[in-house]
Each structure stands twice: as C-alpha cells, then as structure tokens.
C-alpha cells in the first residue's frame, strides 16, 4: 500500500497558515502595541493590513491571536455587523446570555467574559436576588461592560462601507472611534483588521485614520529567507522527503516571488508530488509539479480578473505596458486610459472596483498589480 495521503488540493484561504514563517516585523511591532495598551488603556489601537489577495493577511492575523492568547488576552474573531449588532458581537465574546433582559445575572456571569456590574452576590432574606440586567444598548457598552484584555480579530474589512447602510456606519464609528482612541474605561481593547487595498480609505470614511507608528501595515512578499524555510517545511514535513530539496526550491523561488499565494500553491502541489512519487524528486517530479503551480497561479489570475470586464482589463493592462522601473504606476496615469475605454463618471468606479478585487494594489502613494508575474499576465492577455 502506498503511503500517499490524500492532501485537500485546494489552499485554505482563511486562517492559520500550515507552515506559517517570516512576518517578524509585523509581529514585533503588534507585540509592541499589546504591551503598549495594557500599560495604559486609555491609547487605544487599531492594527491595521491592507494588502492584495492572496498577500497572506488572514494568516497573518491569525498568528497574531495566537500571539495576543499567549499574553492572556481574549481573542474574538468578529464579522462585520459585530460593529454595529450587540447581539452578534455578545454572540462573538461568548457572552450571548447578555442579550435580552437577563434574569439571574450572578450565574450567566460566570461564563464567557466576567463583567456584569453587582454580579455574583446578593443573597437577602435567604432567597437570591433575581435582579434583571439590562441589555447593552449598543456594541460600544457591550464592550464597556466587559473586563479584562481584548483583542478584536476582523478580517475581509474593506467589505466595510460600500454596502454598509447608514446608520450601521455610524454605530461602527462610534465603537471603532473608541478603540482607536482608547475611550473604552479600564480595560486594553485592540482591534486588528486586514483588507484590501481600500480598506485604510474605509476607515478614514468612518473617522478612524492617522494609525500610530507601525500599525498600518502595507504587507509585501515574503522575503526569501522566509519563503525558503515555507517551502522546504512543505516538502520535508508534508512531502517527507529524505533528499536535499534546495533544487526544487530554487526551482519555485523563481516562479512565487515571495507572494505567499503562489508560494503555498507550489509548495504543496511539490509535496503531494513527492509522496505520489514514494518521496524520491525526480526530474520529471519538478516538471510535472511546475506544471501544476503554474494551472493554480493562472486560475488565479482569473478569478482576480473575473470582477472587471474586458475593456477595463484592457485599460489597466495598457497602463501598465509603460510602468515604470518600480512597476508602479500613479493614479493619474491609470485612469487616462480608463477614462478613454469607459467615460470620466465610470472610471473612479472601475478604478476601485479594481483595488477591490486586488487586482490594483496601493504601493505609497501609487499602485500596482500586485504580484510581477500576474502583472505580466495581464499585459500578455489584455494589452493589444
Ligand atoms: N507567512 C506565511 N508563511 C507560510 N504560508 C503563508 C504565510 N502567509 C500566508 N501563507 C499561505 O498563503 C496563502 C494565502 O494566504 P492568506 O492569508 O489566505 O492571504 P490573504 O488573506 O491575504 O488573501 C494561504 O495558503 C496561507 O496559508
Ligand atoms: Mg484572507
């Protein structure tokens, strides 16, 4: 019987990374930040990643909750509404016996967060006192009422704004102005988001800007030396292999740029590679295992691509053709064309529908396809 395990072939997108390395900077700094907060509260932060799909965000915030649960901070994983819904929010922090007038508090305070006020008392008379707590009117008491260090955990942020109703937004700010700024009494909360590359813009609209010193995170590729240790991970740990994998290695380097998308899609189509191949890498083992990586990275390519039409491709593409040195282009130089294939109004659509998509990255101040070969990609496909 062979030894060959069956590998889920498609790359989890969410969450913990398998052989997550590198990311030092970033993690230091949200270190820095955590220990900031608990020495004094009342500073607030919001940690926020803005990159590209497929940049590593998700992974990388889930590695700092494992950070933040070392320290012993409670770590909650929220979506979107948990900003605006106490009930959702409640429901995240394990506190859902708060929602609704609760009857009994002293015990519902026991588990989850600890934090009803005059819990856990009371006996008179020789009955209990069944007291009703109100229910927090609103996330941002939610948060008031609770104790201890929190780390809130938000991904997919840039979701935020376009299709928020009003008065959420406005109930978000309220609870996301307090985190930033530290106006939850006595207690370190933390909110650390990622997004695409609008989601800095998102909350400036929703009046949180000017992040403090190296909490907003613009993540790049990997740099070699952590892509290196990814990749081998995947083929000794995963693939199992006994022989020195610095050729295959190599052989991936040149194709994944350190693009953590593209570096987990090689990487386990070399290690399942490996196990079909009883652990030996063959000559035809790294052909066929290039093939592969090369089928994921063009799939996705076109699903990034999938959100524009062809003359908006065409438009970017064009603006690219004659990128400069670094690759990056100004706004101004990819709406010209932009602007020529669909009309002045459309075009500031077009333009963020493609930062939303991630097929436009924001780079200081100018921007650019995210990943060199998807940049080449589209020039090939779509520049005529
Ligand atoms: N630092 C890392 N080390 C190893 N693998 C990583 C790292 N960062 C991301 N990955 C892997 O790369 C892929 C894309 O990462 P992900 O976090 O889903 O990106 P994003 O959330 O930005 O779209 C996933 O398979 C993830 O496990
Ligand atoms: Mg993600």
Known sequence: MS?????????????????FHGRTGILDSFQHRMKW???DPKKG?????QAAPGAGKSALLYKCGELAEGQDWKVADITLDALWDATTLLQALGRSKEAGQVEGAWSASMEGEIGIPGAGSARLGGSYERKKTPA??????VLQNGKGKLLLVLDEAQRLGKHTPMHHAHRASILLDAIHNGKIAGRPVMLITAGLSATADVFEGL?????????????????????????KDWLKKE???????????DAIMQKTHGWPQHVAAYAQAAALQVRGDKRAMTPQGLQAMLEVGKMKRIKFYESRAKGLDEDHRAAIAEAFASAREDQTQTRKAIMEPLVKAV??????????RALRKGVLDHRNGRYAIPIPSMRRWFIDNYFI
Do not use: H, M
């Open 343 to 352: 009309g002045k109004e459309q075009a500031d659509t077009v333009f963020k």
């Open 136 to 141: 927090p009117r609103n996330t941002l008491e």
């Open 45 to 49: 932060t919001t940690f926020l990643i």
């Open 207 to 231: 009046g949180v800007s000017r992040f403090k010193d190296n909490c907003y995170v613009e993540l790049g590729p990997l740099k070699p030396e952590a892509e290196r240790e990814v990749i």
């Open 3 to 19: 030894d060959f395990v069956d590998l889920n072939p498609d790359i989890e997108d969410r969450g913990e990374a398998k052989y």
């Open 239 to 249: 693939g199992r292999t006994k022989e020195d994998p610095t050729l295959w290695i």
């Open 37 to 39: 907060a608990e020495k």
